[in-house]
C-alpha cells in the first residue's frame, strides 16, 4: 500500500470564460484540504476575470481564444501534465481527444438532462426554470463528451425555486449548492470514487 503522502496529487487544468469564481471557490476548497488536487493552470476562452482571481492566487493562466484546438489541448495536458479537466463556466465545447476522454468535467447550474444545451448558460438557465413553472432546481456535476451538458452525471443537488424568484436569486441559492457540490465530487472523482460505464456513472468506495 502506497503511504498517503507519497501518492500523487492528481493535477487539474480548470477552464473559464467569466467570473471566475467556480475557480476561487475550487481553490479555497483545496486550500482547506476539502479537494486534494493542484491547479496546474487556468485556461480562458476569453479576456475576462477569472484571469485576474488566478494571477492573484499565482496560478499560471492563459487564454485561448474561442474553440481549443484538439493538438492545443494536447500539448498544455503533456505541458502541465494534467491529469484532469475541470470546466468552471467554459462557454466552449473542448474536443474529446484520446488523451482527454473521460477527464473532462463540467458543472451546470440545473438538473440536468432538463434545462441545459447549447446556449443554456448564465440567467438564461434560472429564466427557463422559473418560465417552466418549476418548484425544484439545483445543479449538476457530469463527464463531458462531444455535447453541451451531456455525459455520464455524477451527483446532482436540489434546492427549492421559490414563488417571487428571479433569475438573480435563483442563480444565487444554486451556486450556494454549486459551492458545496463541486469540490466534493471532484475529490471524490479524482482519487478513484466513481464507476464509469458507457452513460452511468456510480459512486464506489475509494
Ligand atoms: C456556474 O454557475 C456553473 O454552473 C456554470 O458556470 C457558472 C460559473 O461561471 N458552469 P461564471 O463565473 O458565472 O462565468
Redesign the pocket.
Known amino acids: 500500500m502506497t503511504p498517503e503522502s507519497l501518492k500523487k496529487v492528481p493535477r487539474i487544468g480548470v477552464f473559464?470564460?467569466?467570473?471566475?469564481?467556480?475557480l476561487v471557490n475550487l481553490y479555497d476548497a483545496i486550500e482547506s484540504g476539502e479537494l486534494r488536487a493542484d491547479i496546474a493552470l487556468v485556461i480562458a476562452s476569453r479576456e475576462?476575470a477569472?484571469i485576474e482571481r488566478a494571477h492573484e492566487r499565482g496560478i499560471e493562466a492563459r487564454i485561448t481564444a474561442g474553440d481549443m484546438p484538439p493538438t492545443q489541448l494536447d500539448a498544455l495536458v503533456d505541458e502541465f501534465q494534467i491529469d484532469w479537466l475541470v470546466?468552471?463556466?467554459?462557454l466552449r465545447l473542448l474536443p474529446i481527444t484520446e488523451r482527454v476522454r473521460g477527464r473532462i468535467v463540467?458543472?451546470?447550474?440545473a438538473l440536468l438532462p432538463s434545462f441545459g444545451g447549447p446556449g443554456m448558460?448564465?440567467d438564461r438557465v434560472h429564466r427557463a426554470v422559473i418560465d417552466a413553472g418549476c418548484r425544484v432546481s439545483g445543479?449538476t456535476v457530469h463527464l463531458c463528451d462531444d455535447r453541451y451538458d451531456s455525459g455520464p452525471i455524477l451527483a446532482q443537488s436540489a434546492c427549492p425555486v421559490l414563488e417571487g424568484d428571479a433569475p438573480e436569486t435563483l442563480?444565487a441559492r444554486?451556486?450556494q449548492m454549486?459551492t458545496m457540490l463541486y469540490p466534493l465530487v471532484l475529490d471524490r472523482l479524482l482519487h478513484g470514487g466513481y464507476r464509469v460505464d458507457g452513460h452511468r456513472a456510480v459512486a464506489v468506495t475509494a
Open positions: 473559464l470564460s467569466g467570473t471566475g469564481r467556480t475576462c477569472g470546466c468552471a463556466g467554459y463540467n458543472i451546470h447550474p448558460h448564465g445543479c442563480a444554486v451556486f454549486e
